[in-house]
């Protein structure tokens, strides 16, 4: 029962953040590509505000999958690269933090575009 009020609380954050990008879709004239960097941003903002963390305690793989973690985990690289570094360390903290997720997503859309047959319109 436990792991049903876990998957439960998982789609209901996941679920919110595509209902606001659903919500910016309709509602404003923004490109998908405006709109996450929006999403981008509000990770930032979060994270930076120290509002992320319960989110993702609560949400979990809801919160974190989306680009908002994404961007939690730039801001998170990037504080505590400041704190360690001082202003280089704002740079170079948040690629540190993003570079695991960013090489798995590249070296796996790398096979399976090895694996693939490409089709034409």
């Known amino acids: 029962m436990e792991m049903v009020l876990?998957?439960?609380?998982v789609f209901v954050i996941g679920g919110f953040i595509c209902l606001?990008?659903?919500?910016?879709?309709?509602?404003?004239?923004l490109t998908s590509a405006r709109i996450l960097v929006v999403f981008l941003l509000l990770g930032i903002?979060?994270?930076?505000?120290?509002?992320?963390?319960?989110?993702k305690q609560f949400g979990r793989a809801g919160a974190t999958i989306p680009i908002?973690?994404?961007?939690?985990?730039?801001?998170k690289g990037a504080i505590e690269g400041v704190k360690k570094q001082g202003l280089f360390g704002a740079i170079t903290g948040g690629?540190?933090?993003?570079a695991m997720g960013l090489s798995t997503a590249i070296f796996v859309g790398f096979?399976?575009?090895l694996v693939s047959k490409p089709r034409t319109k």
């Open 95 to 98: 690629i540190q933090a993003g």
């Open 111 to 113: 096979i399976v575009a």
């Open 45 to 55: 903002v979060l994270e930076s505000f120290g509002l992320f963390e319960p989110i």
């Open 68 to 75: 908002t973690g994404f961007g939690a985990t730039l801001a």
């Open 20 to 29: 606001i990008g659903q919500i910016l879709i309709n509602v404003t004239k």
């Open 6 to 9: 876990i998957y439960l609380r």
